[in-house]
């Protein structure tokens, strides 16, 4: 079995998209690979309550408990590959998931770790992507699933999805159609990358 650990901080609703994905399309039979585990760094994420109603085993891994970024990646790392199967790594799935990871942490899962960016990267990388998006006028929107690389928001791109910037959005309403389509192509991102 391959076993998918998915990272989130906040509402996980890209990860509730790939869990919802993979039961509907079967992964477990046409891939072999599961929802193993649903990792927070913060115990108040609300897509936690999610994994738990659907028997997915949660845990949360506070980074303020930790001295150093460091520190708290090597826990991360001792907690993830406990799901590693013996004859297959864990593909690890960033969903929502606001840390800046260590080089160290990147290395250890190179090929076999994804990330989606509410930006048309190489646009936009970092924080804020919407309203920088408005105020630079752009004329369409979108979203990125890439493989994480040492530098932040890169990292060759798996898929992108536009959408239109509409006359009166504002940042919130911008980012609600962004992500509308970000739980269209994470769950396809990882579908081909576990066909590979
Ligand atoms: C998503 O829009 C995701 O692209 C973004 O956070 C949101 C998480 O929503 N990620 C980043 O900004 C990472 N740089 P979710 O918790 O509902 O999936």
Same mark, same amino acid.
């Given at each position: 079995?391959?076993?998918?650990?998915?990272?989130?901080?906040?509402?996980?609703?890209?990860?509730?998209?790939?869990?919802?994905?993979?039961?509907?399309?079967?992964?477990?039979?046409?891939?072999?690979?599961?929802?193993?585990?649903?990792?927070?760094?913060?115990?108040?994420?609300?897509?936690?309550?999610?994994?738990?109603?659907?028997?997915?085993?949660?845990?949360?891994?506070?980074?303020?408990?930790?001295?150093?970024?460091?520190?708290?990646?090597?826990?991360?790392?001792?907690?993830?590959? @406990?799901?590693?199967?013996?004859?297959?790594?864990?593909?690890?799935?960033?969903?929502?998931?606001?840390?800046?990871?260590?080089?160290?942490?990147?290395?250890?899962?190179?090929?076999?770790?994804?990330?989606?960016?509410?930006?048309?990267?190489?646009?936009?990388?970092?924080?804020?992507? @919407?309203?920088?998006?408005?105020?630079?006028?752009?004329?369409?929107?979108?979203?990125?699933?890439?493989?994480?690389?040492?530098?932040?928001?890169?990292?060759?791109?798996?898929? @992108?999805?536009?959408?239109?910037?509409?006359?009166?959005?504002?940042?919130?309403?911008?980012?609600?159609?962004?992500?509308?389509?970000?739980?269209?192509?994470?769950?396809?991102?990882?579908?081909?990358?576990? @066909?590979?």
């Amino acid at each position: 079995m391959k076993n998918i650990v998915i990272l989130i901080s906040g509402g996980g609703s890209n990860m509730a998209a790939i869990v919802n994905t993979a039961k509907r399309d079967h992964w477990a039979e046409k891939y072999g690979a599961r929802v193993a585990a649903v990792i927070s760094n913060k115990a108040d994420a609300g897509g936690l309550a999610f994994a738990r109603e659907h028997g997915i085993p949660t845990a949360v891994l506070d980074h303020k408990a930790f001295a150093s970024r460091e520190a708290f990646d090597a826990a991360l790392m001792a907690l993830i590959d @406990q799901h590693d199967t013996p004859d297959r790594p864990v593909l690890l799935v960033l969903a929502g998931f606001m840390r800046i990871l260590t080089p160290g942490f990147v290395a250890h899962y190179a090929g076999r770790l994804t990330n989606i960016h509410p930006s048309l990267l190489p646009a936009f990388a970092g924080l804020h992507t @919407q309203q920088r998006a408005l105020d630079a006028g752009c004329k369409f929107a979108g979203a990125t699933v890439h493989l994480v690389t040492a530098e932040l928001d890169h990292g060759p791109i798996l898929a @992108q999805a536009v959408v239109p910037v509409l006359p009166g959005d504002t940042a919130d309403t911008l980012a609600a159609r962004v992500l509308t389509q970000e739980h269209l192509i994470y769950p396809r991102a990882v579908a081909q990358l576990l @066909q590979k």
